[in-house]
């Protein structure tokens, strides 16, 4: 039988070629949307259709004329996609299809029809496409697979021939590896070159494959530290050697993260950056220890602020007096060192002193730990906790709202 024999696959490119679908339904609806990505040139017939199959024609994006199959719809078409439920005009669709040499779906019988469609999954210009013949579900596991460890970047498919040497500024996350996005997790798996900050997933480095250079770029407070100059000079030499250049960082590039530097310094050398935005500490560090920055009837705001500057310093471009007055969450980054001053100013610009206070310690790993006080006691208690960077520290009343909270 012919079901027996493996089906040859194949890529068609329809854009612009004539496209008969038959019904209106679930199925179409399934099956339109690729269609249209294609570019195919789609009329659709049938006396009714779902509510989004009808919006794809009112936007334009089909022709769809309301009524029943007729003789000679499949004459001029290369492709046809029958799944009506009129079992007879479904026969005599197909049979037109065979006649006219149409390659033609049908979701009523795979064995009467002359094409499959394969479980099909899109990732970085990249479609897979997979048969298993009368097991359907089997291919959409085996489909799911594939494209889930190209996009997390465990099943690795260099670019080759369309792959060009660059930089790409990827945002880490917090420090949970699976906090990455997936975009950046694929990046740093093609990648030739890794400059690595301290903060960043550390454990995604163990999956690289051997023959990838990492450097770290550790800036550690207080202790070694590979100056900003040095992390351009090494972007851009290593860009300009042709490799594949990965710069991963902690957090969002773009919040305190000296990823507009890069950027800029790499655009001098005309070399092409690509931005991969990361999820900030400042939200998900106080999210995985029960905080949230904003709640309804509790905060209606949150402000993010760099600590590594005190109050007072000529350096500090923070309106300290203007964020006392404000009713809403403060997120402190870089600013254990400094929690002492900061807590003091906010106090004397008129912020309670017993407003609550959370420090999060290391956020998102398996060494997160939080530590609860006040404006008045923050700084007594960091230093009898010995709470270290990295360390985010939450200043509001949303620290008390939450499960976390009412355990403490």
Known sequence: MQGDVPAYPVGLRLRGRRVVVLGGGQVAQRRLPALVSAGADIVLVAPAVTPSVEAMATAGELRWEPRGYREGDLADAWYALIATTDAAANAAASAEAEAHRVWCVRSDDAEAATAWTPATGRTDGVTVAVLTGRDPRRSAAVRDAVVEGLREGTLVAPHHRTRTAGVALVGGGPGDPDLITVRGRRLLAEADVVIADRLGPRDLLDELPPHVQVIDAAKIPYGRAMAQEAINAALIEHAKAGKAVVRLKGGDPYVFGRGMEEAEALAAEGIAVTVVPGVTSAISVPGAAGIP????????????????????????LVDWAVLARLRGTLVLLMAVERIGAIAATLVAGGRDAATPVAVVQEGTTAAQRRVDATLATVADVVAAQGVRPPAVVVIGDVVTVGPAAADG
């Open 293 to 316: 920055v904003t709640h309804r009837g509790v905060a209606h705001e949150f402000t993010v602020v760099s600590g590594h500057v005190a109050p007072g310093d000529p350096r500090s």
